[in-house]
Structures are given as C-alpha cells and as structure tokens.
C-alpha cells in the first residue's frame, strides 16, 4: 500500500511540474526567442546616391544604431569607390517586430558609381560605445531606381 501511496504522490509531483512548466511557456512573449537580424533588400542609385533598403527587427530592450558601407568590386583598376551611412544609436524602434528601412550612403570624395556597378554592401548594427551585432553583408549590382507615377 504504501508503495501505491508513493507512486500516486510521484505521479501528481511529476503532474504539477509539467502544468506549471507549460504554463510558463504560453505565457512568454511569442518572439522572444527572435534574434536581432538585418537582411538587404536592394541596393539603388540615384544620381551619386546610393541607399540601401533593407529590414530589421531586434529585440525590445536593446538601444541599437544601423551603420552601412558600400565598395565597388568591379571596374578600372584605380581605387575602389565607397559610400557610408549611419542611423543614430537608439533611432531604431525595437519591439520584436521586422520593419523597414531605407538607409542613404554619402560616397567618399572622389568616388563614383554608376547603375550596373557591383557593389560589396555590409550592414551592421552599433551600439553607442562603437561596434555591436555583425549584420549582412551582399555582393550585388546597383540598380538605377525604379520611376514613380
């Protein structure tokens, strides 16, 4: 009997802990195991700008800036061309949900690109003591921006 006892109290133990444990994971917040991530959509230029459209989601909590670089892979066998942009550190609304972005990149003096150009593009996100989360980064060819109506 008392081997029952110890059986049935062994198996209501076991119970409660699965209850409680699945409590525990239908309330967690549904994203929260989503990762702070960047993906690049494309690369357009107009004129000599050069902006970046990408998407990004990061966690609520986190202060993050977007730093981006863009060289040209391709082309005379001078130096490379490049461009940089920032969004400030904490410009990012962060709150588990993907959202879009058009990040615009200042070319360096001298630096020229043209529609058709292969282009390395690197986005990362920073914090406000300097580097923070590596990003993307692509290899792709500027495309000359689509007209609107």
Partial sequence: MKSTRLKARLAGTA??????GGAALATAPAAAAKANVISIDRVTLDG?????HL?????????????????????????????????????????YRSRALKLDLTPAAGAHFAAGDDVK????????????????????TLLAPVPTR
């Fill in 121 to 140: 593009v690197t986005v990362a996100f920073t914090e406000e003591n300097g580097p923070g989360l590596e990003g993307e980064e692509i290899i792709t």
């Fill in 15 to 20: 119970a409660t802990v699965a209850v409680l």
């Fill in 48 to 52: 000599q700008q050069l902006s970046v």
């Fill in 55 to 95: 998407g990004y989601s990061c966690d609520t909590g986190y202060t993050w800036g977007l730093t981006g670089k863009a060289v040209t892979t391709d082309g005379p066998a001078g130096p490379a061309s490049s461009a940089t942009g920032t969004v400030a550190v904490g410009a990012l609304t962060c709150d």
